[in-house]
């Protein structure tokens, strides 16, 4: 999959199934790789210092910086080139760290990296939810960055990101059409909905911290609820985010199967087995905030997730997303 945008320059970013040489190098086996290729015109000095670099130098006035690091020495001559000795006697260039280059090439590098990075994630987030296929946040890995003048010579940058290998599976199934809209989402500036962001931050703490993940889990389906009535309901937008409201679990049960049937979503039904499960994970987010419960356990906590999981994709259905209609009444993303 091949998604293209429109930055400070051009960025490409790349998500594909590991190779056995990706394997070999430390990809998880059935993970995918992401891979970000930016395009951008650089200033003459800018280009000068690139320039330089190819050839294993550094510019004149960053040789000032190298004083500062007592082992970049018997790194950096006294002429800027950048070699050192191997234990063979040989001399060979090495990679210098972005910290002793001029603060614009410094800029330039660390903006290039932050653009890539925030389209990577953003990418990845509307991929899991126009999916529902979950990538695990602990199974991403970073290699190294690379640049290049012209395309074809890539030389070492040195850098902490430029490609991740992503748990997630099924991603080569998306619909052509499913992937037009996650390039559309992110290139204006988006990514998931923020009630389904929050659900997979949610499940990320439920190991780590069972009792922050209920907040955040309750959290998820509190937005997407408002946010969905806000939309459904126009008149009522100020209302729902500035009035005191009932109990989710309340609206969930009596409200929202009302405005369903209003929205003509009448096959829509918002099951007992759900309804129990959110009021139940909803009273026991109240406990656990007003201090009168200090444990969660993790069974009753996946059940709640998995119910707040299956209200987000019926929200999504209701609120004019046919496609969630795959989703709905499961109770979890498939991995």
């Given at each position: 999959?091949?998604?293209?945008?429109?930055?400070a320059?051009?960025?490409?970013?790349s998500?594909?199934?590991?190779?056995?040489?990706?394997v070999?190098?430390?990809a998880v086996?059935?993970?995918s790789?992401v891979?970000?290729?930016?395009?951008?015109?650089?200033?003459?000095?800018l280009a000068?210092?690139?320039?330089?670099?190819?050839?294993?130098?550094?510019?004149?006035?960053?040789?000032?910086?190298?004083?500062?690091?007592?082992?970049?020495?018997?790194?950096v001559?006294?002429?800027?080139a950048?070699?050192?000795?191997?234990?063979?006697?040989?001399f060979?260039?090495?990679?210098?760290?972005?910290?002793?280059?001029?603060?614009?090439?410094?800029?330039?590098v660390?903006?290039?990296?932050?653009?890539a990075?925030?389209?990577?994630?953003?990418?990845?987030?509307a991929?899991?939810w126009?999916?529902?296929?979950?990538?695990?946040?602990?199974?991403?890995?970073?290699?190294?960055?690379?640049?290049?003048?012209d395309?074809?010579?890539?030389?070492?940058?040195?850098?902490?990101y430029?490609v991740?290998?992503?748990?997630?599976?099924?991603?080569?199934?998306?619909?052509?059409?499913?992937?037009?809209?996650?390039?559309?989402?992110v290139?204006?500036?988006r990514s998931?909905?923020?009630g389904h962001?929050?659900?997979v931050?949610?499940?990320?703490?439920?190991?780590?911290?069972?009792?922050a993940?209920?907040?955040?889990?309750?959290?998820?389906?509190?937005?997407?609820?408002?946010?969905?009535i806000?939309?459904?309901?126009?008149?009522?937008?100020?209302l729902?985010?500035?009035?005191?409201?009932?109990?989710s679990?309340?609206?969930?049960a009596s409200y929202l199967?009302?405005l369903?049937?209003?929205?003509?979503?009448?096959?829509?039904?918002?099951?007992?087995?759900?309804?129990?499960?959110?009021?139940?994970g909803?009273?026991?987010?109240?406990?656990?905030?007003?201090g009168?419960?200090?444990?969660?356990?993790?069974?009753?906590?996946?059940?709640?997730?998995?119910?707040?999981?299956?209200?987000?994709?019926?929200?999504?259905?209701?609120?004019?997303?046919?496609?969630a209609?795959t989703?709905?009444?499961?109770?979890?993303?498939?991995d």
């Open positions: 999959m091949l998604f293209r945008y429109r930055a320059g051009s960025v490409e970013v998500v594909r199934g590991a190779s056995d040489a990706d070999a190098a430390g086996e059935r993970s790789v891979t970000t290729e930016s395009r951008r015109v650089a200033s003459r000095e000068r210092m690139f320039s330089l670099l190819a050839l294993g130098r550094l510019l004149p006035r960053s040789l000032h910086r190298t004083r500062d690091f007592d082992w970049a020495r018997e790194y001559t006294r002429d800027g950048l070699r050192t000795r191997r234990p063979d006697g040989q060979v260039t090495w990679n210098p760290p972005l910290s002793i280059f001029p603060a614009v090439f410094r800029d330039y660390t903006g290039v990296r932050a653009e990075i925030d389209l990577v994630r953003r990418t990845i987030a991929l899991e126009r999916s529902g296929r979950r990538a695990s946040r602990h199974g991403i890995s970073a290699g190294g960055d690379e640049w290049s003048r395309g074809r010579q890539w030389r070492s940058l040195p850098s902490d430029g991740g290998w992503v748990e997630a599976y099924g991603w080569s199934r998306i619909p052509e059409l499913a992937l037009e809209e996650v390039a559309q989402r290139q204006s500036g998931a909905p923020i962001v929050l659900l931050e949610a499940r990320d703490l439920a190991t780590r911290n069972p009792r993940s209920l907040l955040v889990g309750a959290s998820a389906a509190e937005v997407w609820l408002k946010d969905f806000a939309h459904a309901v126009p008149a009522a937008r100020w729902v985010f500035n009035a005191p409201s009932p109990p679990d309340e609206i969930v199967p009302q369903l049937a209003e929205l003509r979503h009448e096959e829509l039904q918002v099951p007992r087995e759900l309804r129990r499960a959110l009021k139940s909803f009273e026991k987010r109240n406990r656990v905030v007003h009168r419960d200090d444990s969660v356990g993790l069974d009753e906590l996946r059940e709640f997730l998995q119910a707040v999981d299956s209200l987000l994709r019926l929200l999504d259905y209701a609120g004019g997303a046919e496609w209609a989703f709905i009444g499961r109770s979890r993303p498939q």
